[in-house]
């Protein structure tokens, strides 16, 4: 990773969520200041105690088997470089003021609903009009770089099902493709949306240099700092609570969120990462039932209630009437993908978790929290 410079401001928006903290508390503990957006002043202390929880917690021991450092940081804690800033990304009023002095940027702030809105708009206008905004105030107040979090969802979906061979960064879903959800063409848009952006700003002669970079991550795992985490957790929840009788035949790839946060500050810093993409996944990716079964190895008696047969895809697509979570993960039934992260190992050095080690910190943090029972 590039060398840090620790007098700089970083200006991560959507603190509060399960991603966004980790960013907060990966640039704290690597020494930068950060001043952390929050759609309502009442939140500040929520994210506090979020990062609390997350630096106490033995998640900034870095758990690869190599020379990289994929922990949280090297420093203590010190919530005096933390200020917050109340914006929200349907309006334009606060960003101005939120970005000023900032040397960097990381929008993390995005939508991911537990169902289908009711209108895809409903999703494609927050994220993309959200992200234009944080760009025109970035680029206004003469920002170096931008990093936004955009997703697996913009590079490997609409594809056919028999595609072959691994997704990279150099492609893009099809927003036309079979089974494209809205999330997948909010995310999609936004990404292209930012792009186009920032290269028209710097080829309009008007001074612009502002520099973009992109982290792509797959489902996010790993310890949650509380009782508010990304809805891919709750996949883990519905195994080990015994929700899910059965395992859905479909395939995730995962990543943990501590290494998709190391990402984000190494496409922040690192000179090689302007103008570039970065899927953060740990391969391979693994079945419902190859995730359950691997908690039910690593777990013992926690995770006694985690089914071991698969759910037949018929069953599935009733209970997808009924429940919306469900019905999310209709298109993907019987897609199995291979997903390259390559170019962020062989780029900036990136070295992620094992999967399983994702899927464990995961169960044992909802359990810490007391979200799932301990048996």
């Not at 409903?122 to 009009?129: F, G, K, Q, Y």
Request: aromatic residues 6%.
């Amino acid at each position: 990773m590039a060398n840090k410079e620790q007098d700089d401001l970083v200006l991560v928006t959507g603190a509060s969520g399960f991603l966004g903290a980790y960013c907060v508390l990966k640039c704290l503990l690597s020494g930068y200041r950060v001043r952390a957006t929050i759609r309502s002043a009442q939140k500040a202390d929520h994210v506090r105690e979020m990062l609390k929880a997350g630096s106490s917690s033995n998640n900034n021991n870095n758990n690869n088997n190599n020379n990289n450092n994929n922990g949280l940081g090297d420093e203590s804690l010190n919530l005096d470089n933390l200020t917050f800033a109340v914006a929200d990304l349907l309006h334009d009023d606060d960003w101005p003021q939120a970005v000023q002095g900032c040397r960097y940027v990381l929008h993390v702030a995005s939508p991911f609903p537990p169902g289908a809105p009711k209108h895809e708009d409903d999703l494609i206008l927050p994220a993309r009009e959200g992200t234009l905004r944080v760009l025109r105030a970035a680029r206004d107040a003469h920002v170096k770089r931008v990093v936004v979090t955009s997703s697996f969802a913009a590079v490997g979906y609409g594809f056919p099902k028999n595609h072959h061979g691994p997704f990279t960064e150099d492609m893009w879903t099809d927003i036309n493709g079979p089974g494209v959800s809205a999330y997948q063409k909010s995310k999609t848009l936004a990404e292209r949306a930012a792009w186009d952006f920032v290269n028209s700003s710097n080829n309009q002669g008007g001074g612009s240099s502002l520099e973009l970079a992109v982290v792509n991550p797959v489902g996010i795992f790993g310890p949650v700092l509380g009782s508010d985490f990304a809805t891919s957790i709750m996949l883990v929840q519905r195994l080990l609570n015994g929700s899910l009788p059965a395992c859905p035949q479909m395939q995730l790839g995962i990543v943990d969120v501590r290494d998709v946060a190391d990402l984000h500050l190494r496409a922040m810093t690192d000179p090689k990462a302007k103008g570039e993409r970065f899927i953060a996944v740990s391969p391979p990716g693994m079945t419902v039932q190859q995730m359950s079964l691997a908690l039910r190895e690593r777990m013992g008696s926690a995770a006694k209630h985690a089914p071991t047969r698969t759910l037949p895809n018929l069953v599935l697509r009733l209970i997808a009437f009924f429940d919306p979570a469900v019905a999310l993960v209709i298109p993907e039934l019987g897609k199995f993908k291979e997903i390259s992260n390559d170019k962020a190992m062989t780029v900036l050095g990136w070295r992620p978790r094992p999967p399983v080690d994702a899927l464990v910190a995961t169960g044992e943090s909802l359990i810490k929290f007391g979200i799932i029972k301990s048996a």
